[in-house]
């Protein structure tokens, strides 16, 4: 007869993906928890804020695209008028190429404005998934074995927040007395109480 205990098949420490201060926590000790349930919230007044503003740069940088596009179109407008004017020689070859010159900036401008835009939307997606990451949320089934944090304490990214034990399958363990070694096999069954 030996005593021994029985241990949870797998028990993870719930870490966040952000620093911050922890705004609220929704789990006390010995609750069950899913996979993907929320476990606490970080503040995350200032990444909103950022969202909002970046939101709006967004919208700019899709207004300077219209406004480069209509550049743009006058710019070819002008250009093909100038080379009809030059085909028939009422146009002087230096305002042709000015014209040629002013078309080919418009087209920079556009890819310009398009660039922007692009790195505009990488940005907001990317404040978009650090708002997300303020969320902290389980990656397993399971109980809240140990809560380390309350709400108002500052959380790093290497700091657990809770250990969630999954306790579908536990595994006993027990010391045996090495007199007893030889009389056992692996293999053999025994009984647990």
Known sequence: VVVGNLVGDATVA???????????????????VARGQRIAKIEDFELQEQVKQQEAALEVSRATIRQ???DLKLAETNAERSR???????????????????????????????????????????????LQNTIIVSPVNGFVARRAVDAGAFVGQNAPVVDVVDISRVR????????DLTSMQTGDETQVE
């Open 84 to 130: 009809n004017l030059f085909a028939r020689q009422l146009l002087p070859k230096q305002t042709l190429d000015d014209t040629e010159a002013r078309y080919q900036a418009a087209v920079a401008q556009l890819d310009l404005a398009r660039a922007q835009n692009t790195q505009s939307t990488a940005r907001l997606d990317e404040l978009k998934i650090n």
């Open 14 to 32: 719930v870490v966040p993906r952000a620093a911050g201060r922890l705004e609220d926590i929704y789990v006390r000790l010995g609750d069950r």
């Open 172 to 179: 006993l363990v027990a010391n045996i007395v090495e007199k």
């Open 68 to 70: 480069r596009e209509a």
